[in-house]
T-cell receptor, first 115, second 112 residues
Framework: DTGVSQDPRHKITKRGQNVTFRCDPISEHNRLYWYRQTLGQGPEFLTYFQNEAQLEKSRLLSDRFSAERPKGSFSTLEIQRTEQGDSAMYLC?????????????FGNGTRLTVT | DQQVKQNSPSLSVQEGRISILNCDYTNSMFDYFLWYKKYPAEGPTFLISISSIKDKNEDGRFTVFLNKSAKHLSLHIVPSQPGDSAVYFCAASSGSARQLTFGSGTQLTVLP
């Protein structure tokens, strides 16, 4: 068990470009979450998958954002036509979604800088 | 509307003394509460949790207290160690998705 893995760790892009991030959850975890964190704030919920189904999306997730989790394993988060306001740390987390409450386990995040 | 609030952005404590971090919430639907610790350039790490049916949970040097009537929880670290220096986030959970709502964090500095 190597924990939640995110790639890349850092991404610098120009405004208007598309970017894609990848998350590999802990292998036996069926729930996967994406969060966004800006400086001085706590992580904010973006979206959630139970296996391959995307079950909940925050209003923070604009039409430019899309997330997938094919086959219920890894997940990708794509941001189209990036804006400077998208600059943030994007965190992925996973948990077991059955039985007693299972805390979310976070990866080390992808830091996005939009210039 | 911030549903989870950590009103102290920073706290300094001498090594060996007790650290007390506080958190307030407004949403009565929250039924599980957690504390996460975050070092720079790393993701948040789960520390300790408490269900709304309890008022105290202890794990080694860490104890979380929940006061439902006041909608308040606190994390006690005793004795504090320099390695405890980090940002501490309070989080609350509700709903079938079990998503977390986080506070803005408290930077704890333990002075040797």
């Amino acid at each position: 068990d190597t924990g939640v893995s995110q790639d890349p760790r850092h991404k610098i892009t120009k405004r208007g470009q598309n970017v894609t991030f990848r998350c590999d959850p802990i292998s036996e975890h069926n729930r996967l979450y994406w969060y966004r964190q800006t400086l001085g704030q706590g992580p904010e919920f973006l979206t959630y998958f139970q296996n391959e189904a995307q079950l909940e999306k925050s209003r923070l997730l604009s039409d430019r954002f899309s997330a997938e989790r094919p086959k219920g394993s890894f997940s990708t988060l794509e941001i189209q036509r990036t804006e400077q306001g998208d600059s943030a740390m994007y965190l992925c987390a996973s948990s077991l979604g059955q039985g007693a409450y299972s805390p979310l386990h976070f990866g080390n995040g992808t830091r996005l800088t939009v210039t | 509307d911030q549903q989870v609030k950590q009103n102290s952005p920073s706290l300094s404590v001498q090594e060996g003394r007790i650290s007390i971090l506080n958190c307030d919430y407004t949403n009565s639907m929250f039924d599980y509460f957690l504390w996460y610790k975050k070092y720079p350039a790393e993701g948040p790490t789960f520390l300790i949790s408490i269900s709304s049916i309890k008022d105290k949970n202890e794990d080694g040097r860490f104890t979380v207290f929940l006061n439902k009537s006041a909608k308040h929880l606190s994390l006690h670290i005793v004795p504090s160690q320099p390695g405890d220096s980090a940002v501490y986030f309070c989080a609350a959970s509700s709903g079938s998705a079990r998503q977390l709502t986080f506070g803005s964090g408290t930077q704890l500095t333990v002075l040797p």
